[in-house]
T-cell receptor
Framework: DAGVIQSPRHEVTEMGQEVTLRCKPISGHDYLFWYRQTMMRGLELLIYFNNNVPIDDSGMPEDRFSAKMPNASFSTLKIQPSEPRDSAVYFC?????????FGEGSRLTVL | GEDVEQSLFLSVREGDSSVINCTYTDSSSTYLYWYKQEPGAGLQLLTYIFSNMDMKQDQRLTVLLNKKDKHLSLRIADTQTGDSAIYFCAESKRSSYKLIFGSGTRLLVRP
């Protein structure tokens, strides 16, 4: 298996633009997570899904953030409109009962 | 509450053992994890321990769990320069499948 695949790896955009980050989880994993990593706040859980259904979105910062999982092999995290404080590395992860595997991350810079 | 704490920095000489410590607050945690993050990369699962175990050994890695004190440690034997990275401790709860991460310990291995 290729592991958790994220795209794009790097995104530079201007304030106010829409950003869409994509994730393909490992096949057969029922849980998918979106985390955000910054120097100031460390790793924060934004939202997670079980069998494509959002279970806990309490970590989503505000209404500008939305996440979807239309099928078992694809998820998106959208920021609209983006702001400079959204600059971070966004990680997608999927898990079995015991193990959580991360993608390589999408580094977002909002100017 | 949900709080995982780690010391920020550890420096060791190559060939010595490294011990990275972590404390957590939730006694209902089922699995406890150690992840490694190298610069610009995602989080790599190193090892994990189930909450009913006291110790787990995997090659150079030894995990010790003290449930009474809610203390977890990772010992790396014969530390190499390639072990220089940030190490994250995380807990997972029975009631959900989300992982809560500590702030990470930066390990520097001096030649």
């Amino acid at each position: 298996d290729a592991g958790v695949i994220q795209s794009p790896r790097h995104e530079v955009t201007e304030m106010g633009q829409e950003v869409t980050l994509r994730c393909k989880p490992i096949s057969g994993h029922d849980y998918l997570f979106w985390y955000r990593q910054t120097m100031m706040r460390g790793l924060e859980l934004l939202i997670y899904f079980n069998n494509n259904v959002p279970i806990d979105d309490s970590g989503m910062p505000e209404d500008r953030f939305s996440a979807k999982m239309p099928n078992a092999s694809f998820s998106t995290l959208k920021i609209q409109p983006s702001e400079p404080r959204d600059s971070a590395v966004y990680f997608c992860a999927s898990r079995t009962v015991e193990e959580l595997f991360f993608g390589e991350g999408s580094r977002l810079t909002v100017l | 509450g949900e709080d995982v704490e780690q010391s920020l920095f550890l420096s060791v000489r190559e060939g010595d053992s490294s011990v990275i410590n972590c404390t957590y607050t939730d006694s209902s945690s089922t699995y406890l994890y150690w992840y490694k993050q190298e610069p610009g990369a995602g989080l790599q699962l190193l090892t994990y321990i189930f909450s009913n175990m006291d110790m787990k050994q995997d090659q150079r890695l030894t995990v010790l769990l003290n449930k009474k004190d809610k203390h977890l440690s990772l010992r790396i034997a014969d530390t190499q320069t390639g072990d220089s990275a940030i190490y994250f401790c995380a807990e997972s709860k029975r009631s959900s499948y989300k992982l809560i991460f500590g702030s990470g310990t930066r390990l520097l291995v001096r030649p």
